[in-house]
């Protein structure tokens, strides 16, 4: 396997920049997921890796090599892509071997490469058979298969999930990270799900408008997002964000929202924040009933008129409008709630993330 190393990558369509001077290293056999909206530039970034797309400017490295002027053929990588990108005419046996066969390997050791990624990715059974004749979920790990008898230095994924049913997602999802786990491989994997993202990465890389927003553990980004659109795009069902100040109510600090009701924040916390406008952000299992706060000492609690509830088995969604805003909170199974009502819902003030509402970066 081989490091990956960017060095202020750009990338323009004549005039117009779409990348700005990306800088990223990415270790030996680590999972990186590129994560974002569609038009970011994560698949852009991915292209140029491969050497689809020509870089404008700045340094590739792939193993300490610079790579922007080798072609594809030489950096020894493989690529899974979106559609799967089989040779329909093939058997998946042919399909498995046919990177190994344009690059020489003799038929022998060919096939005995076939058999052990097929016994791998439990394709054994049908390496006869035609694409046509394939499920989804089997023609992408036909897909990966391909990709895996490679024993390329550099692996890409390029959204190689949005093509399936959610249940075949998750699945296939765990097999590659349980593949990423046995055989070490160096990985970039590009998607605009966030919870792929959360679930398979050993880091994220968030991207917005050909930048890199943040670079993190999951955790990282879910617990201190660095702006306002990381905070918004990690994490299902989405932050709410409050637009509010930060004020004293009878000696202590508060954050007064839109519609005059109050937070009581923590000393810790109100000591690093001045007076004035903010941009507050609160996850949903943050703003709950009380059932779910056991442990919570005298929370908040807050006026919210409901608009809807949705029923998750383990947990009651709560879509209601607080602080001027639409809000979701995550609640107690069981809790009734119809259109029009007024509940009380706790907020965990100790949870609240401050952004500025000049640059939306965090305070």
């Known amino acids: 396997m081989a490091t990956l190393e960017l060095r202020q990558i750009t990338k323009s369509y004549g005039t117009m920049p779409v990348i700005h001077g990306v800088d990223l290293a990415i270790a030996d056999q680590e999972f990186v997921v590129f994560v974002g909206p569609s038009g970011c530039g994560k698949s852009t970034i991915l292209r140029m890796i491969a050497g689809l797309e020509d870089i404008s400017g700045g340094d ?115 097999q590659i990270k349980l593949l990423h786990r046995s055989l070490g491989m160096t990985s970039v994997f590009v998607t605009h799900d966030q919870t792929e993202a959360m679930t398979m990465a050993d880091r994220i890389v968030c991207l917005d408008g050909g930048r890199i927003a943040q670079i993190g553990a999951p955790e990282e980004l879910y617990n201190r997002p660095a702006t306002v659109f990381v905070a918004t795009f990690i994490g299902s069902p989405q932050i709410n964000l409050f637009e509010g100040e930060i004020a004293a109510a009878d000696g202590a600090p508060v954050l007064r929202l839109a519609d005059g009701q109050c937070l009581t924040l923590p000393e810790s916390m109100a000591k690093d924040l001045p007076p004035g406008p903010v941009v507050a952000g609160l996850r949903p299992e943050d703003l709950t009933d009380a059932a779910r706060l056991p442990g919570l000492t005298a929370p908040a609690a807050l006026a919210c008129d409901a608009i809807l509830s949705e029923t998750l088995g383990s947990d009651v969604l709560v879509i209601g409008t607080l602080g001027g805003v639409q809000v979701t909170a995550r609640c107690s199974p069981g809790l009734s709630v119809g259109p029009g009502d007024r509940i009380r819902l706790h907020a965990d003030a100790a949870k609240l993330h401050f952004f500025s509402p000049g640059t939306r970066a965090r305070l």
């Open 60 to 174: 590739l490295l792939i193993g300490g090599a610079r790579m922007n002027d080798v072609p594809t053929r030489h950096r020894n990588l493989a690529m899974v892509f979106q559609d799967y990108a089989l040779y329909p005419h093939m058997t998946v046996a042919a399909n498995l071997g046919f990177g190994l066969r344009m690059h020489g390997v003799a038929a022998a050791d060919r096939a005995r490469r076939v058999r052990e990624v097929a016994e791998l990715l439990q394709l054994g059974d049908y390496l006869d058979r035609r694409p046509r004749a394939l499920s989804g979920g089997q023609r992408q790990r036909v897909a990966m298969g391909r990709a895996l008898a490679r024993s390329a230095q550099l692996f890409l994924f390029d959204e190689p999930l949005s093509n399936l049913d959610a249940k075949l997602r998750i699945e296939v999802r765990t």
